[in-house]
């Protein structure tokens, strides 16, 4: 089957079992046919160039991604690829499900491809609305030891959110910053469990 019809297949199945409003969790591990649908993601990735795909191979792949953000194995497929992670990545800008976007962001931070064309890809990743998005982007900012990594990190300590106060202390430290300590204090004087434990580690 083409990666067109399991996508019908898969949104056909969605629709019947777990509609939008009823979905908690890992809702698509529930699909007998998620394999079907990854399989056919990678075949296309393998056997269709950047250059040949249409507006429904990259709405299609962007929506296997999505329903696989347990395993991530469409991603790690497409991620062999510079070529490819950057053409979902641009797609995903646009208009991909958050569950896709931070899969694709959190690549990102480990691909092999000019570090300019990531960083510009991750900042605008770093701006989501969705947090889990903008995290795993400050994350892989952090994993490539960016120059806006600091930056980045800041904004998200000072957006108050907890999550988003954990992952800028994990870049603060893996970009050596100056400002490090005082956001440690700041964190164990926050007093919110998951910081907390995050500052003394």
Known sequence: MSLADEVSKFKAWAA????????GGEWELNCDGL???RRAAEAALADTPVA???GET????????????ECELIIEAAARSPEQLLALADAALEKGEPDARWQIASRL?????????????LLRFADD????????????????????????AERAWLSGREYQRIAALH??????????ARRLDEAIRDGREHLVMNARE
């Open 16 to 23: 019947r079992h777990a509609p939008p409003g009823r979905r």
């Open 35 to 37: 394999d079907d649908l």
């Open 52 to 54: 040949a795909w249409t």
């Open 58 to 69: 990259i709405g299609d792949l962007l929506y296997a991604i999505a329903r696989d953000n």
């Open 109 to 121: 931070g480990e691909a092999t491809i000019g570090t300019a064309e990531v960083e510009a890809r």
């Open 129 to 152: 609305p969705d947090e889990y998005v903008s995290r795993m982007a400050l994350l892989a900012l952090g994993r490539l030891r960016s120059p806006h990594a600091e930056a980045v």
């Open 171 to 180: 870049v603060l430290k893996a970009v050596n910053s100056n400002l490090l």
